[in-house]
């Protein structure tokens, strides 16, 4: 037998499998790759509003003018744009930080991000009781807006096992201030004389999707961009004590609910199996990526020279994302959220906001 045969080089079939994976999604990601090379010579032109702003609002005005571009044939490409080159980008982020800065900032941070998480997650509870936006939607909302956004309504649902409808609302609702946080939080950052530390710390507080910390700190300057992204990951961070919480409570309820109806022995041992720490998904492989990467940068394994251009490569593929974002979105999906779940998405925002800029006041970093 030749030793050729035992290769572990890809055959000619599992190629071909792979080509017919991708390309599905490689006419979307081009799009979105087009249109993240306009927006990028727009934000050389216009570097108050910076390339990853004009990425995620010429995305949404060429999904809305040209009906060929909302083709579900395009959505697959569009996501991985969304979500995979976003992941990449702050990975690559990374490659400029070292492990100090990164401990640096989270630390200080720590106050506002502490104080911002309880007024979401309280507001969530008062605001939606008067709302009568109660149970899961008024959770959901509640983690989305204190933490990370979708991420941390995704890694909620697979905590609490909430209903997709009301998943949806939620997203819908996050997603409505994520866009107008890109677009309102820069303007709003000049006309307050923010400092790129204030800036960077507000944005990675205040704001819900990493997406759109990464887009509107990055479009306030670099060193902002920087900061606000260290905050957010460190942020992200309180979804793993706010998940295990949250399994740990669910699954006392079902043992309740099994003792009250005098469910026989071992019949709930599906609901321990279902009550399992979504792991993947609040400690997801990008913010692992981010810390090796920093942790390469501190040993000096990544030449100084290098940093110029991964700092280019990261805010074009943070551009991309957000070209990909903007293509994707649909006002329907807004609508479905309903006024109640939308306003009180829209006061834990503004309260969470006011609150970020209020510690920051407090602790002498404003």
Request: hydrophobic letters at 55%; proline letters at 4%.
């Amino acid at each position: 037998m030749s030793i050729a045969s035992h290769s572990t080089a890809p055959t000619a079939s599992e190629t071909a499998r792979l080509g017919q994976r991708l390309s599905p999604k490689l006419p979307g990601l081009l799009i979105a790759l087009v249109v993240a090379a306009a927006a990028t010579g727009l934000g050389h032109l216009v570097p108050v509003v910076g390339g990853p702003v004009f990425g995620i609002i010429l995305g949404a005005v060429a999904a809305a003018l040209v009906p060929a571009l909302r083709a579900a044939s395009l959505s697959a490409g569009y996501g991985i744009a969304g979500k995979q080159v976003l992941q990449i980008s702050i990975v690559v982020l990374g490659t400029g930080l070292s492990l100090q800065e990164v401990g640096r900032v989270g630390l200080e941070s720590l106050p506002v991000m502490l104080g911002t998480l309880a007024v979401a997650l309280g507001g969530a509870w008062l605001l939606g009781r008067a709302l009568d936006v109660r149970g899961d939607t008024q959770l959901l909302i509640g983690v989305g807006t204190g933490i990370c956004g979708a991420s941390a309504i995704a890694a909620t649902t697979a905590a609490v096992g909430a209903a997709k409808e009301k998943v949806a609302y939620a997203i819908g609702t996050i997603f409505t201030f994520n866009v107008a946080a890109v677009l309102l939080f820069p303007p709003l950052g000049h006309l307050m004389g923010l400092s790129a530390h204030s800036f960077g710390l507000w944005s990675g507080t205040a704001i819900n999707d990493t997406s759109s910390v990464v887009a509107a700190s990055f479009a306030y300057g670099h060193d902002a961009g920087n900061y606000g992204i260290v905050v957010k990951l460190t942020r992200t961070l309180m979804l793993i004590p706010i998940v295990i919480v949250l399994v740990l409570w669910r699954a006392r309820r079902q043992r309740l609910a099994a003792a009250s109806t005098r469910t026989p022995a071992g019949a709930d041992s599906g609901a321990g199996g279902s009550a399992r720490l979504p792991w993947r998904r609040i400690v997801p492989a990008f913010l692992v990526g981010f810390v090796l990467a920093a942790a390469l940068d501190t040993v000096g394994v990544i030449p100084d020279g290098w940093h110029p251009g991964l700092s280019m490569l990261g805010t074009f593929l943070i551009t991309t994302a957000l070209a990909g974002i903007g293509l994707s979105m649909r006002l329907d999906e807004v609508r479905k959220a309903g006024h109640r779940p939308l306003l009180l998405g829209g006061l834990l925002w503004v309260a969470v906001g006011l609150t970020s800029l209020g510690l920051q006041w407090l602790t002498g970093q404003l």
